[in-house]
């Protein structure tokens, strides 16, 4: 049995992202349509899954598409489309966007959280069937990507067996469980993905993480990588990625599964981490279930 919040959430989603599909079905008057230009917004967890989305949509010709900060979304520049994204639906940055904007496109926000003001301010897309009581975001976030990914048309069945796999092998080997450090690296998707795998890993258990662009791996960020250090691939390597990773000594981490299957992966070696270090994985230092600002 899970002994953590965090692990049994962990462990739903696979089938959480099979009833993505119908939950897309269900709200597809208030999703992005064909040619649509889009403002995605969210903070932490939330903005990667935003950025990832983004990089799908457009990747496949949706249309335009923009993941923002929620502190920083510039939504008068002429979108046909808002979506948020916020668990606790009271996320300061997002409820301020979203209260500030005088444009006539349609709004709608993906929250876990019955009753909180963001539902107020936006079309709700309430999906508190995954809400989490670990402070760390996994199920919800992903369920939201899943949503939004069935929604442009793609069939996640493949990814659904990937995710079930990495649930049913060990997610942590010496080599990881041991690492000093993590480098996480993708493109489009994967790129989003390996900054919230830094993001899962800095808050869980403390470690020291880092997240590129696979390409902008060289370009400096390759000079950290070193024998007992890990670089953790998500998604197609780019070409010569291992050669030059084997020139450092670091380990290369790479599975052929998609970027949100491997997120699983990386999830549950937080959990056993965070075991290690004598660390509770649902409660991080210095971080809360919502970031609500003073005024």
């Given at each position: 049995m899970p002994e953590t919040y965090l692990e049994a959430e962990i462990a739903t989603q696979p089938d959480d992202w099979r009833r993505a599909g119908d939950i897309a079905d269900d709200h597809a008057d208030k999703l992005p349509r064909q040619g649509e230009r889009v403002a995605v917004l969210g903070c932490g967890t939330s903005l990667y899954m935003a950025q990832a989305y983004a990089s799908l949509r457009e990747s496949r010709g949706h249309g335009v598409t923009d993941a923002w900060p929620a502190s920083e979304a510039r939504l008068e520049r002429g979108y046909d489309r808002i979506v948020a994204i916020t668990r606790s639906g009271t996320t300061t940055e997002v409820i301020d966007a979203l209260g500030a904007y005088e444009g006539d496109a349609p709004s709608a926000v993906f929250s876990s959280s019955p009753g909180t003001p963001v539902l107020d301010l936006a079309d709700p897309i309430l999906i508190d069937g995954v809400d989490e009581r670990s402070v760390v975001q996994t199920r919800f976030a992903t369920t939201t990507l899943a949503i939004l990914r069935w929604q442009l048309g793609e069939d996640l069945t493949p990814v659904i067996a990937q995710a079930e796999n990495a649930l049913n092998t060990d997610p942590a080997p010496a080599t990881l469980r041991t690492a000093e450090q993590f480098t996480f690296v993708g493109m489009g998707l994967g790129a989003a993905i390996a900054h919230e795998c830094a993001l899962k890993m800095r808050e869980s258990c403390q470690a020291w993480t880092e997240a590129y662009h696979a390409t902008e791996y060289r370009h400096g960020p390759i000079s950290i990588s070193a024998p007992g250090r890990v670089v953790w691939?998500?998604?197609?390597?780019?070409?010569?990625?291992?050669?030059?990773?084997?020139?450092?000594?670091?380990?290369?981490?790479?599975?052929?599964?998609?970027?949100?299957?491997?997120?699983?992966?990386?999830?549950?070696?937080?959990?056993?981490?965070?075991?290690?270090?004598?660390?509770?994985?649902?409660?991080?230092?210095?971080?809360?279930?919502?970031?609500?600002?003073?005024?």
């Open positions: 691939a998500l998604g197609p390597l780019v070409p010569n990625f291992a050669r030059d990773v084997a020139a450092t000594g670091a380990h290369l981490e790479h599975c052929d599964v998609d970027p949100m299957a491997d997120l699983v992966r990386l999830q549950r070696l937080c959990v056993a981490r965070a075991t290690d270090a004598g660390l509770d994985p649902d409660r991080p230092r210095n971080l809360s279930r919502s970031i609500i600002l003073e005024p």
